[in-house]
Every structure is written in C-alpha cells, then in structure tokens.
C-alpha cells in the first residue's frame, strides 16, 4: 500500500478527500484538487489482468537489481526559458534565466521517490544532469545522494560536451555499465536526450528502464516504460512486500 505523509489515512482513496483542505506535502502547498485528480485518476481503473502481470514481472525485476532507470526530469514552468550564454550557466535554479520545476513538478518527484521506497526496489547509484530542473528532481525523489554531471547534457547544450554523437555517447555508456550488484542506477535528464540515445521518449517525469547487456546493439536493452501514474500504481498494488 502507498501511504503519503500528511494526507488522512495514507491511502489513496483518503487523499482526494483530503485535499478539500489546504495541506502541506514536503514543505509545498498541494496543487489544486482538480490537477491532482487527473493526476491519481488513472489510479482507480482496474488495469487489464495482462498490464497487471507486466506490473508485476517489472517490480519483481527491478527488486532483483541490475537495471538503468533514467527519468526525464519533472514537470516545468513552459513560460520560463532557458539562456544558456556559456558553460554552466544551465546551473542556475533562477527562473529568470532557465526552465526550472513548476510546483506540480516537485510534487510530482516526490511521489514518485516515495513509490519507488514503497516498492522495496533498491537504488545504489543517482546521477543527473547538471541542469537545476534535473538536479532538483534528482533531490526530490529522495534515493540517495546525487552527482550531477555533464555525461547526462541537454541536447540544446551539447556543443559544451563535444558535439551531439559525443553527448549520445556519453549517456550511452551509463545506460550500458551495469550498477553495483542487487542495485538500480537512478538517471535523470532531458528528453531530447532519451529520444537520441535510446529511441524512446516520454512526457515529463516519465521513465525508460534499461538492462545493460554487452551482447546488444547500444550495450543496453530496453525493458519498459513508466509514467509516474504507473508508479503510484505499482506502489499502491505491489508495496510494502507484496
């Protein structure tokens, strides 16, 4: 079961009633109700029997250990925008100057740290981009110290690491080592990213899940996808030991 901290019950059918009232939920204000219920809606439909055991296989995996989880980072502010004048200037967490999380995004992360505690799935190694919207989800999923580092680069900087093939490989080269025995490695970063290094691409704050595996193409196998509902999902069916 997915319990949250601050919410009546700790079940997520106790939260929607709960967010009638202004609460706090790690230091943020709760969005309002209407965001998070779209947000937990698809939460309360009954996934087919089929989705249920890739759930399932995909938990049991990921407790076992040996697998790359690299997240693009949390939801933005889209009218916040990024002036990257020279290197390192993607640090800046001052909205006046790059993208940054919007309120819904640093909920979001949190969630999504406190599904993936609740699944017993064991984390070892978290690095991130250096970009603050990255770092700060990084933080805020709350898995373990987190190195930032130029080897995950938004694309639309990639001619500070060398060019956008160097930047591809960069990140391919983590998705492909294999972390440290019965542990995931947790990555977060840039979409534009995930798309050119792995084919696949998803919203914000969306995960694609990797094997590393000598024996392919990229080093790397894919294994899935998972949007943060589908955490909460996981967590609510297959947490605490189940």
Request: hydrophobic share 45%; net charge neutral.
């Given at each position: 079961?997915?319990?949250?901290?601050?919410?009546?019950?700790?079940?997520?059918?106790?939260?929607?009633?709960?967010?009638?009232?202004?609460?706090?939920?790690?230091?943020?204000?709760?969005?309002?109700?209407?965001?998070?219920?779209?947000?937990?809606?698809?939460?309360?439909?009954?996934?087919?029997?089929?989705?249920?055991?890739?759930?399932?296989?995909?938990?049991?995996?990921?407790?076992?250990?040996?697998?790359?989880?690299?997240?693009?980072?949390?939801?933005?502010?889209?009218?916040?925008?990024?002036?990257?004048?020279?290197?390192?200037?993607?640090?800046?967490?001052?909205?006046?100057?790059?993208?940054?999380?919007?309120?819904?995004?640093?909920?979001?992360?949190?969630?999504?740290?406190?599904?993936?505690?609740?699944?017993?799935?064991?984390?070892?190694?978290?690095?991130?981009?250096?970009?603050?919207?990255?770092?700060?989800?990084?933080?805020?999923?709350?898995?373990?110290?987190?190195?930032?580092?130029?080897?995950?680069?938004?694309?639309?900087?990639?001619?500070?690491?060398?060019?956008?093939?160097?930047?591809?490989?960069?990140?391919?080269?983590?998705?492909?080592?294999?972390?440290?025995?019965?542990?995931?490695?947790?990555?977060?970063?840039?979409?534009?990213?995930?798309?050119?290094?792995?084919?696949?691409?998803?919203?914000?704050?969306?995960?694609?899940?990797?094997?590393?595996?000598?024996?392919?193409?990229?080093?790397?196998?894919f294994v899935a996808l998972v949007t943060p509902q589908g955490w909460l999902r996981q967590a609510e069916a297959f947490g605490g030991g189940k």
């Open positions: 079961m997915l319990e949250i901290p601050g919410f009546s019950g700790g079940r997520l059918g106790d939260i929607l009633i709960s967010m009638a009232k202004p609460r706090q939920f790690g230091g943020l204000r709760a969005a309002p109700v209407l965001l998070l219920l779209l947000f937990l809606a698809p939460l309360f439909a009954r996934p087919a029997l089929s989705a249920e055991r890739d759930d399932a296989a995909l938990v049991a995996a990921l407790r076992a250990g040996g697998h790359v989880l690299y997240f693009r980072h949390s939801a933005t502010d889209w009218a916040q925008n990024d002036q990257v004048r020279q290197a390192g200037d993607w640090q800046s967490c001052d909205g006046a100057k790059m993208r940054q999380l919007s309120d819904t995004g640093r909920m979001t992360a949190q969630l999504i740290g406190l599904a993936i505690r609740t699944l017993a799935i064991p984390v070892g190694e978290v690095l991130s981009s250096e970009y603050c919207r990255a770092a700060e989800t990084a933080r805020l999923m709350g898995l373990g110290d987190v190195r930032t580092t130029t080897e995950i680069m938004n694309l639309r900087s990639q001619e500070y690491v060398g060019g956008h093939d160097a930047a591809v490989k960069n990140v391919r080269t983590l998705l492909a080592r294999p972390p440290a025995p019965a542990t995931n490695r947790i990555m977060v970063g840039h979409g534009n990213l995930m798309r050119a290094a792995t084919g696949q691409y998803t919203d914000e704050a969306g995960a694609v899940v990797v094997r590393p595996d000598p024996g392919s193409d990229l080093g790397f196998a």
